[in-house]
């Protein structure tokens, strides 16, 4: 029997950033308020009094706790020249054999690198290290492009604000939607960013209210029950379908089509969750149209049909 995903155990060495550990104790360490049904409980696990950056951190359990954990968190390391700590790994690859989801936040992919979880498979880290993962880890698919890989029981994440992604996502895959967008809105960040978003984004964010794609986008979000096109969202802001696409890409790092389509499916969501519509009359308020498109696109974006979805949520 898997242990249960919301047991959480974070990993603490020496040299390791304070800022992924400490966003990770944020999310999955502080119960939302108002959120039905038990949130994760989350151990920090190390040898001994650990030094992350300035501070002085005291473990909760030692690193063989990670073996009983549902859910291990293996944060940045600051150092990836030098090879990870030995009894981290191992017990990182001992946690994975023993049922958990390994989840890396930035270069803590090095770990499990090392500990072989990454063979085979696609991953990411920081854009600055991606190169060095790849060359020290050639058998690991590695991609620079992307905020975070999901591969079920093996995640890793980009850097910094990209961990916070990952993390909400984890929250959403064992939630829902509604329940990462009430953590997200405390913590005041976007509700969902796509793991194959790229990591390069010219304005991320929009630095004031005032940007062009910015009021196009709370347009947009108001009327996800319409047709809507791209040629809408051109017209919208008052640009050709071909600049609106270029300004898209490096506002948001996708093309508007697709993340009106992200949008839709995550509307689709929270209505199965919040409400028992019909798969029809949320195909309607999510701008999909029939039943039959939305069940396309939703199970093959989420990877389950709506009904799935809808009675995972409500069990």
């Known amino acids: 029997m898997s242990p249960d995903p919301r047991s959480v155990a974070v990993a603490a060495v020496d040299g390791m950033l304070h800022f992924e550990l400490a966003l990770a104790y944020e999310v999955f360490g502080s119960a939302p308020a108002a959120v039905p049904g038990p949130w994760y409980d989350v151990g920090v696990c190390g040898t001994h009094p650990v030094r992350i950056g300035r501070f002085l951190l005291e473990p909760d359990h030692g690193l063989d706790h990670l073996a009983h954990a549902g859910t291990v968190i293996v944060p940045a390391l600051a150092d990836v020249d030098e090879d990870p700590p030995a009894e981290l790994v191992e017990a990182v690859r001992a946690a994975h054999q023993a049922g958990a989801r390994v989840v890396s936040l930035c270069t803590g992919a090095f770990v499990l690198a090392a500990a072989g979880l990454l063979d085979g498979l696609r991953a990411t880290t920081h854009w600055a290290h991606t190169g060095e993962l790849a060359a020290r880890h050639p058998r690991v698919r590695v991609d620079p492009d992307v905020l975070y890989v999901d591969n079920g029981s093996v995640l890793t994440s980009a850097g910094k604000a990209a961990a916070m992604d990952l993390c909400l996502h984890l929250v959403r895959r064992d939630h829902g939607s509604a329940v990462a967008n009430v953590v997200a809105r405390r913590l005041v ?25 910015a009021e196009l986008l709370a347009w947009t979000m108001r009327r996800l029950d319409r047709p809507l096109t791209v040629e809408d969202l051109a017209r919208q802001a008052n640009m050709s379908s071909r600049h ?44 999909m149209g029939t039943a039959t498109t939305l069940r396309r696109h939703f199970h093959r974006t989420i990877g389950v049909p709506p009904d799935t979805y809808r009675r995972t949520f409500r069990a």
């Open 189 to 213: 960040v976007p509700p969902h960013r796509a793991g194959g978003q790229a990591q390069f984004v010219t304005t991320p964010v929009p630095a004031q209210d005032g940007h062009p794609l």
């Open 244 to 287: 609106l696409a270029r300004h898209f890409r490096s506002f948001a790092g996708t093309t508007p089509l697709q993340w009106l389509l992200t949008q839709r499916i995550r509307r689709a969501q929270e209505l199965l969750e919040t409400t028992d519509d019909s798969v029809e009359a949320i195909a309607s308020a999510s701008g």
